[in-house]
């Protein structure tokens, strides 16, 4: 009688939980409905939505209810999640297209209409039609307008909001900038520009409109700007677009003027300076910095500014303290920390209970306003660093690391130096890995090498072109092909290629452990195999992928692991094979005993392919141990590994069973 683990029946009845929980908060939604009671139906029915989020028809009736209490902007978000989660409903599409267009969201209803009508909905057809008419009609009217009155900020204003509800952001990105150049006070227009051309394609001329809009504008329109920006801080160049776009953001330089401070680009950071005191003379932290900058190599310009600086001071001892210190004058008692320190020890203090916590995003928040009390404070440009890099964001964390080992400290120096150093070559517009794997097997009383020195070029895409220099060889030198009767304990010629393989290719990047690749190439063997010739072409591609949970090899402390590496590879020269690697381990990693980390494993590899040679399809298991040695430049992972196989499929010519003991070495290294 077939068993059924608890396992799988948890897994095959969990559906039927969920099911359930969302069917009793229906049945309540539902009689809540009838009875006209509509606000406990929303109640029930978000409630239902909860139990179950993936169910299209709970949105649906959700939409249906809102409306019933006239709450049509929520109905229409409603709407929106029942078409992500089920795009075939055209019913559901056309409430949420006429939704949109009375909630004054007409660019999508247009778009919506649009896509119902080519599928022949002809009220969506009609409705289109209409839209787009009074779209047209009106951009034409107000394109006259301008041309009659190219002055008038307004004309240039509604043209491109018409504009942009046509989808004709081109048009919408040109009359934003005007109406911008003739109210360069009002950044609103800034906020449009940025949306528009952000739409359209022009990510630099967004970023860079987007970025002067969240700095010195209006509260609301710098929230609105903030949230359309990339979710990291803005580089120089950006804040240099956007001052070009916005040359009178006085907000824009004064933080321009202590990026480059952090930087150490004092030059140009004094050139911001001057353009801040210019703007507004009682700025005192400004006056200060470029009186620091200043100070050495031209005191006469320096000192005056520093004096001005402690009489703009007011209140902020810290402040009066640097410069003090600079102009060697005594220090004035203290009653109280200043709120700028308070806050200061604030934001270190919950961005440090954040990172206890586990709560990363919130780390990295409190970081950042620590960061803007105290630009010079390394300790958290570090844990800034490593907040990002936790968070997978390493291009700002490799930023962040930049900075921090400019530190005065050298312990903190040193650290981000040495995690720059680890996250530069992922980043890098050409990387070169080199790899090498020496294996003794016991089966076949031989030594194997292989070996592949790459260089990668890394463009802004998913795609990165490589060269590739590969080598296999053994020390036997075998050339016999298997198969061939007679062979013995001789190497087989598909692990023992015997030549260098020059070749250049292309692959993705990796993405949830997965990365394609494909390699055209050359292969030169080093020894003479009969008639055949030296040189041949050599073309192999597929997909790999890997994975590791637990403590594994990298990580610190000890505890279980599984990983799996699995290759699904053509190679050309093996007649044009497709061949299956999947090499899977499980075990317990022990710990470090000095510079070796050694784990305890039990081993499981299949291969298979398509010709189904008796070579290509086995199936291995047993123990091995691997040993992670620290204590070289690049660690080198010795494995011993003794396994019995099986071949799935028989050829005659040798036994079904065999035992192997290996024992290989890898090493590997990037630049």
């Not at 049945?27 to 606000?39: F, G, Q, V």
């Not at 179950?52 to 709970?58: L, T, V």
Request: glycine share 6%; proline share 5%; hydrophobic share 40%.
């Amino acid at each position: 009688m077939t068993r059924i683990t608890p396992f799988l029946l948890l897994c095959l009845s969990a559906p039927a939980f969920s099911a359930d929980a969302a069917w009793q908060q229906l049945e309540r939604a539902y009689a809540a409905l009838r009875e006209s009671h509509y606000d406990k139906a929303v109640t029930e029915f978000r409630a239902a939505v909860t139990a179950a989020p993936e169910r299209a028809s709970i949105r649906k009736d959700l939409a249906y209810a809102l409306l019933k209490l006239g709450e049509n902007d929520q109905a229409r978000d409603s709407f929106a999640e029942a078409i992500r989660l089920d795009p075939a409903d055209k019913q559901v599409a056309l409430e949420y297209a006429f939704l949109c267009f009375e909630t004054h969201k007409e660019a999508e209803a247009r778009r919506v209409f649009s896509a119902l009508a080519r599928s022949g909905n002809a009220t969506a057809k009609a409705a289109f039609e209409r839209i787009d008419q009074e779209l047209a009609t009106g951009i034409e009217r107000w394109q006259k307008a301008v041309e009659l009155t190219p002055d008038s900020f307004s004309a240039h204003e509604e043209l491109a909001r018409l504009a942009e509800r046509r989808d004709e952001f081109a048009l919408a990105t040109t009359h934003y900038a005007a109406a911008w150049k003739l109210r360069p006070t009002e950044r609103k227009y800034l906020l449009d520009l940025g949306r528009v051309a952000k739409q359209s394609g022009e990510g630099e001329r967004a970023t860079a409109a987007l970025l002067a809009a969240s700095r010195g504008a209006e509260s609301r329109t710098a929230e609105l700007a903030r949230a359309l920006l990339p979710d990291r801080y803005p580089w120089v160049n950006e804040f240099r677009a956007a001052l070009t776009l916005d040359p009178a953001n006085h907000a824009l330089h004064r933080e321009l003027a202590f990026l480059l401070l952090e930087m150490n680009r004092g030059k140009e950071a004094a050139v911001e300076f001057r353009q801040v005191i210019q703007t507004d003379p009682k700025d005192a932290w400004a006056l200060a910095q470029l009186g620091f900058l200043l100070l050495q190599n031209e005191p006469a310009e320096a000192l005056p500014l520093l004096d001005r600086s402690l009489a703009a001071g007011g209140d902020d001892e810290e402040l009066k303290d640097r410069v003090r210190t600079a102009l060697k004058l005594p220090q004035e008692l203290k009653k109280r920390p200043t709120a700028r320190r308070d806050a200061l020890l604030e934001a270190r203090l919950l961005a440090q209970k954040s990172l206890d916590a586990g709560y990363l995003k919130d780390a990295a928040r409190y970081l950042r306003i620590a960061h803007e009390h105290d630009p010079l404070d390394f300790n958290v440009l570090l844990k800034l660093g490593w907040t990002h890099n936790l968070l997978r964001e390493d291009k700002e964390a490799m930023e962040w690391f930049r900075l921090a080992r400019r530190s005065p400290d050298p312990v903190i120096a040193a650290e981000a130096g040495k995690a720059y150093s680890s996250l530069q070559p992922e980043f890098a517009r050409f990387r070169t890995s080199v790899w090498a794997y020496p294996m003794y097997s016991s089966r076949w009383q031989d030594l194997f090498t292989w070996a592949q020195a790459k260089t990668e070029w890394h463009p802004a895409g998913k795609i990165v072109p490589y060269i590739s220099m590969r080598f296999a060889g053994d020390v036997r030198r075998t050339t016999n092909s298997l198969g061939t009767p007679g062979l013995g304990t001789q190497g087989p010629a598909y692990l023992s290629e015997s030549a260098f393989l020059p070749g250049v290719g292309v692959g993705t990047r990796v993405k949830y452990g997965m990365r394609a690749w494909f390699e055209a190439g050359y292969s030169f063997s080093y020894l003479k195999q009969g008639d055949a010739p030296r040189g041949r072409p050599d073309l192999r591609g597929g997909l790999s992928f890997a994975r590791s949970i637990g403590t594994n090899l990298a990580s610190p402390g000890r505890g279980i692991f599984a990983e799996t590496a699995a290759d699904l590879l053509y190679v050309s020269r093996f007649d044009k094979d497709t061949i299956l690697y999947a090499l899977n381990r499980a075990g317990y990693t022990l710990g470090a005993i000095g510079p070796a980390k050694i784990q305890a494993t039990w081993n499981l590899n299949i291969t298979a392919d398509l010709r189904r040679f008796a070579w290509a399809n086995t199936i291995e298991q047993g123990p091995g141990v691997r040993i992670k040695l620290t204590c070289f430049p690049q660690p080198i992972i010795i494995s011993v590994d003794a396994l019995q196989g099986r071949y799935t499929v028989l050829d005659g010519i040798r036994p079904p069973v065999y035992n192997d003991l290996r024992i290989g070495l890898w090493y590997a290294f990037s630049r």
